[in-house]
C-alpha cells in the first residue's frame, strides 16, 4: 500500500495518464513517459478518500494505491493519534521530487530537515520555513516528526495558499483521518498512536 495525496492520481481530474511506482532515488536517467513506464511498479487499485474534494483546497486529499506486486520497502509509521501542540516549532523532515527552484523541473528525490510551522484548523498541518519548503511536484510526499523515539508520518503534502514556492506547504494529516486509514492499516498496538503503512 502506498500513502499519497488523492490529487496526484485522480482519474477524473487527470484522464490517461500512466500510474505506477517509482522505487528508485533518481528518475534522470528516464525523461520520457515510455522510457519509465517499464520501471514503474504497476498500481492495481486506486483508492480516494470518500470526502475528497476536488476544488482547490482539496479537503481529505489522501489516496491510497495498491501495488500489483508486495514491496521490499520497510513501511513507515503514519501517526494516528491526535498532534500534540508542542510539536510546533520542532523538527520536522520532508521528502518528494518536486522542483528544487521554482520553474526548472526535477527528477531526483530530495528530503530536507525543516520544521512543523503550524497545525492547522481543519485537516491539515503547515510544515516547512522560508528556506526549506516543498515545490511543484512534491504533492504525495510524507512530512515526518519523531514521536516516541521513531520517525513517522503526520501528514501527506496537499497545497500552498500561494503560487511560486513560497511558503511552507500543508499537509492533510494522518491523526484527522485515521479512522479511514485504519479500515486499510490497522493500528498497532504499544505503537504510540502509530500504525505501519
Do not use: M
Amino acid at each position: 500500500l502506498l500513502l499519497t495525496a488523492a490529487h496526484c492520481v485522480d482519474e477524473q481530474a487527470r484522464p490517461g495518464f500512466k500510474r505506477g511506482l517509482f522505487l528508485g532515488a533518481d528518475a534522470s536517467a528516464y525523461p520520457t513517459a515510455s522510457t519509465i513506464a517499464p520501471k514503474l511498479v504497476p498500481i492495481g487499485e486506486i483508492i480516494l478518500h470518500p470526502d475528497y474534494d476536488r476544488e482547490p483546497p482539496f479537503f481529505a486529499d489522501l489516496a491510497i494505491l495498491r501495488t500489483t506486486e508486495p514491496l521490499a520497502i520497510p513501511p513507515l509509521p503514519l501517526r494516528y493519534e491526535p498532534l500534540d501542540p508542542e510539536l510546533v516549532g520542532g523538527p520536522a523532515r520532508i521528502v518528494g521530487y518536486g522542483q528544487t527552484k521554482y520553474g526548472e523541473p526535477n527528477l531526483r528525490k530530495h528530503a530536507a530537515d525543516t520544521v512543523l510551522a503550524a497545525i492547522d484548523e481543519g485537516d491539515t498541518v503547515t510544515v516547512g520555513d522560508l528556506t526549506k519548503k516543498t515545490c511543484i511536484g512534491d504533492s504525495g510526499g510524507p512530512a515526518l516528526v519523531q514521536i516516541g523515539g521513531a520517525e513517522v508520518v503526520v501528514g501527506i503534502n496537499s497545497y500552498t495558499d500561494l503560487a511560486g514556492c513560497l511558503e511552507p506547504a500543508h499537509y492533510r494529516r494522518t491523526d484527522v483521518h485515521a479512522e479511514w486509514l485504519a479500515t486499510f492499516v490497522p493500528p498497532r498496538e504499544g505503537a504510540g498512536g502509530g500504525s505501519e503503512g
